[in-house]
């Protein structure tokens, strides 16, 4: 064979080659490879989906990544109380104008940081806290009742807790005259009782359990008129844990009146914040001040003072991870 003849047919054959590698790519019905039987590759723990996206870069820092909570529904229940101030307080569904709004809470850390998506309900004396109001919601806080919850609303809420439901509870005195004993009809079942409004002034909570999610990077909040909770001694330790205490209660913006204090009985614990957990995966947590999460800036706590901001994120994170 000539030399010519040998140069065609040896580039006649990469031609071939090349073109065939190219209808592999290009055809969608080439059928697929057969799978391998050896073990698939376990990826890292910190690699996420994004790995297989061209041109994302993966965030290793777990701060930036996807909220633990993301999707999941909280409802928050509030009043119809009316204070001297003329308008309701601590709603989250508002155009955020007065110091005492929720707005940024609910935005700026409920739905943007941990990709929560939030309600709100008005509960009056015609609506009522009911199972399927109930059952859509991973977390449901109970910030403002302006009347005692009924036998029904109670059962309701237990139920929602022990399939595995998570509560949270503050009460303030802005909420209206009934707002303890109704936390209180939901809350004794459990050995915990919140306590009225101190009216203390603005205080700074530091003694805290830096151990616990709720309190990571978290070495004190702010509270003004703190409703503490007293942990009767029959629960303490397991199941319900004492996270934070404003302490000592003899200090300005901890103390509690005299006929609270007769309440106590030897063992039991006044305290700021506290979570209870069951068998189903149910949470409770208390904390002892709605002034913590408020839009600023005015009179007490808010959001950007302190830990605070960390402390929410915190808590809420917890309560629907």
């Known amino acids: 064979?000539?030399?010519?003849?040998?140069?065609?047919?040896?580039?006649?054959?990469?031609?071939?080659?090349?073109?065939?590698?190219?209808?592999?790519?290009?055809?969608?019905?080439?059928?697929?490879?057969?799978?391998?039987?050896?073990?698939?590759?376990?990826?890292?723990?910190?690699?996420?989906?994004?790995v297989f996206l061209p041109f994302v870069q993966v965030q290793s820092d777990s701060a930036k990544q996807e909220p633990l909570s993301s999707g999941w529904r909280v409802l928050f229940i509030n009043g119809d109380h009316i204070p001297e101030s003329g308008y309701p307080h601590s709603r989250v569904y508002d155009?955020?104008?007065?110091?005492?709004?929720?707005?940024?809470?609910?935005?700026?850390?409920?739905?943007?940081?941990?990709?929560?998506?939030?309600?709100?309900?008005?509960?009056?004396?015609?609506?009522?806290?009911?199972?399927?109001?109930?059952?859509?919601?991973?977390?449901?806080v109970l910030g403002s009742n302006g009347r005692p919850l009924s036998e029904a609303e109670v059962s309701a809420l237990t139920a929602f807790y022990e399939r595995g439901g998570r509560v949270l509870t503050y009460?303030?005195?802005?909420?209206?005259?009934?707002?303890?004993?109704?936390?209180?009809?939901?809350?004794?079942?459990?050995?915990?009782?919140?306590?009225?409004?101190n009216f203390q002034p603005a205080?700074?909570?530091?003694?805290?359990?830096?151990?616990?999610?709720?309190?990571?990077?978290?070495?004190?909040?702010?509270?003004?008129?703190?409703?503490?909770?007293?942990?009767?001694v029959h629960v303490l330790g397991d199941p319900v844990m004492v996270l934070a205490a404003c302490t000592p209660l003899l200090r300005s913006g901890c103390?509690?009146?005299?006929?609270?204090?007769?309440?106590?009985?030897?063992?039991?614990r006044v305290v700021c914040t506290w979570v209870r957990e069951n068998a189903a995966g149910g949470k409770l947590a208390g904390t002892c001040d709605r002034n913590t999460f408020h839009n600023g800036s005015g009179p007490g706590s808010d959001l950007d003072q302190h830990d605070n901001r960390t402390y929410a994120r915190n808590l809420f994170r917890w309560l629907t991870q």
């Not at 909570?205 to 008129?225: K, L, N, S």
């Open 95 to 140: 155009d955020g104008s007065k110091p005492e709004s929720f707005s940024r809470l609910r935005v700026e850390v409920l739905e943007q940081e941990l990709g929560l998506q939030v309600d709100e309900f008005i509960l009056t004396r015609e609506a009522a806290i009911t199972p399927e109001r109930l059952a859509p919601y991973r977390l449901v």
């Open 255 to 268: 103390a509690i009146r005299p006929e609270e204090q007769a309440l106590l009985l030897p063992g039991d």
């Open 1 to 50: 064979m000539r030399k010519a003849d040998i140069v065609k047919h040896v580039l006649r054959w990469v031609a071939g080659v090349l073109l065939s590698g190219c209808d592999v790519l290009s055809n969608p019905l080439t059928p697929s490879p057969t799978p391998s039987t050896a073990a698939p590759t376990t990826l890292p723990a910190t690699l996420t989906q994004q």
């Open 171 to 197: 009460a303030d005195f802005q909420y209206g005259p009934d707002n303890w004993e109704s936390d209180n009809r939901f809350l004794r079942q459990f050995g915990i009782e919140v306590l009225p409004d």
């Open 203 to 232: 205080t700074v909570i530091t003694d805290v359990e830096t151990t616990h999610p709720i309190f990571a990077d978290v070495r004190a909040f702010g509270v003004e008129g703190a409703s503490q909770f007293i942990v009767r």
